[in-house]
């Protein structure tokens, strides 16, 4: 498997690539092209990611990503522009990373896609390559041809995998590449870029691909509702979710990969695209309940997390400060978009609760739209000064080495709720703290 740094020089044939949007996909995508010796126009219309990458700088927060970046920045292999038409006008491969939000009903809102397709269909070079990395329907490679509206431009589907914190391992060193589209002498030629990685490459047509990218986020998602509704399981039987978990999770066809449970699953992705997915089915009359399902068990568990909490705080959280450790939607990453943690905070603040939050990521003067209502601190001993209940959200590795007597002194009472099950109880207990975590007490 590729690592950064292993490619100086390696590449036989630079070829000249742009990509459209500089955000979590867009950025590692370019960085590692760039960084395969490809020469990178990157186009992002949002000014302070635009200006942040101009100086070398990441606007996103990527472990490993400032110092590549920085490299293929002064090199002159990867430019930044505003203008998506003028990053395609001499390019051989064009890669869409634009977003692609929840819209009506579940379907992805494709108007940033379609947007893009209106501003280069004519400054599209002859016999560029247009590739769908954003996550869209199936259909969408046909929806983008058409609106090109260039018979001599193919359109081919490559299903981006990364995962936000790991995001520049995880696009050196892929699982597999994915890529589908009906001309597949195009197919192959986007795979050649990524054969440096080493992954498997899987060319299929283009709705497979589409339809690959939700199949497997989707997966995911059941996966963790299984594990969540287990640890309510264990919640209500009096069982421990941690040695479940242990002792399902050595079956190599069941694996430890997404069996922890946790606050219910957020982010960018699992929510819109197993939304995305019912959506989909419903377009061909087809209807998965298991999906359905999934989210529906995803909403019942930030429920009860709610509900543990209140039974902590000795019943009502009316008028009730609760202290929270974590905002991000996973550690490692700077995105709170669909975190659970949000979700759980609005549930606190509908119960009537006073909520005081601690993110590394997140200082106190930010006054974001998604923070409203929350008291924002700069320590984890700040969000738990005057706290009935101290609750941990976001498995940052800073609350692993959590100081419960500090923490303890300063709390209305001792009442902590691991929302991640990261944190040895039995600690918080030996200093006076009624503990418990998901699916244990
Ligand atoms: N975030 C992830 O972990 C992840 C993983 C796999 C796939 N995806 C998919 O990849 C796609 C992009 O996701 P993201 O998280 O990188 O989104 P993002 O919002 O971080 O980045 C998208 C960027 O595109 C820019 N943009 C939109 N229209 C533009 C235009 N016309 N010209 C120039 N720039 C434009 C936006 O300003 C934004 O900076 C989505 O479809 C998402 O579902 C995301």
């Not at 942040?52 to 002159?76: H, N, R, T, W, Y």
């Not at 498997?200 to 589409?210: G, S």
């Not at 982010?267 to 399902?293: N, R, W, Y």
């Amino acid at each position: 498997m590729a690592r950064p740094g292993e490619h100086e020089g390696a590449v036989q044939t630079p070829r000249r690539v742009a990509v459209i949007g500089a955000g979590y996909v867009g950025i590692p995508t370019a960085v590692l092209l760039a960084h395969f010796g490809h020469t990178v126009v990157i186009a992002e219309r949002d000014e302070y990611r635009r200006s942040m990458l101009q100086k070398g700088l990441s606007p996103i927060l990527e472990e490993d990503l400032e110092g590549l970046l920085a490299a293929c920045v002064s090199s002159g292999r990867l430019t930044i522009v505003e203008d998506a038409a003028i990053a395609v006008s001499d390019a051989e491969f064009v890669f869409l990373c634009v977003n692609t939000p929840m819209g009506i009903d579940g379907h992805a809102d494709l108007s940033y896609v379609d947007a893009v397709c209106t501003q280069i269909h004519a400054a599209l070079p002859h016999g560029a390559i247009v590739i769908n990395k954003s996550t869209v329907p199936v259909g969408t490679s046909r929806r983008v041809a058409d609106l090109l509206g260039r018979p001599d431009v193919p359109v081919v589907s490559n299903p981006e995998f990364l995962r936000e914190g790991t995001a520049v391992r995880d696009s050196f060193a892929p699982d597999r590449t994915v890529v589908g589209g009906d001309n597949q002498e195009a197919a192959a030629a986007v795979g050649s870029l990524f054969a440096l990685t080493g992954a498997p490459l899987v060319v299929t047509d283009a709705p497979t691909a589409e339809l690959i990218k939700y199949a497997a986020n989707t997966f995911l998602t059941t996966k963790l509702s299984f594990i969540n509704a287990m640890s309510q399981l264990c919640d209500a039987l009096g069982a421990n979710a941690v040695d479940l978990v242990k002792g399902i999770g050595y079956d190599p066809r069941i694996g430890f990969s997404f069996l922890n449970p946790g606050p219910g699953w957020g982010g960018p992705c699992l929510p819109k695209d197993s939304h995305a997915l019912l959506a989909i089915a419903g377009t061909v009359d087809e209807e998965i309940p298991l999906i359905a399902a999934a989210i529906e068990t995803n909403d019942r568990q930030q429920r009860h997390i709610v509900s543990r909490i209140q039974e902590l705080a000795g019943g009502s959280l009316s008028g009730v400060r609760v202290g929270v450790l974590g905002l991000t939607f996973k550690a490692n990453t700077g995105d709170r978009r669909d975190s659970p943690a949000l979700v759980i905070t609005s549930l606190l603040r509908s119960a009537g609760a006073e909520v005081v939050a601690y993110d590394p990521t997140v200082p106190s003067s930010e006054t974001s739209d998604d923070l409203e209502g929350l008291v924002i601190v700069e320590t984890a001993e700040e969000a738990a000064r005057g706290a009935k209940v101290l609750v941990l959200l976001t498995e940052w590795a800073e609350f692993t080495t959590l100081d419960f007597g500090a923490l303890g002194d300063v709390m209305e009472q001792r009442a902590f709720f691991d929302g991640r099950n990261i944190v040895n109880l039995d600690e918080a207990r030996a200093h006076g703290f009624t503990a418990w975590g998901i699916g244990r007490s």
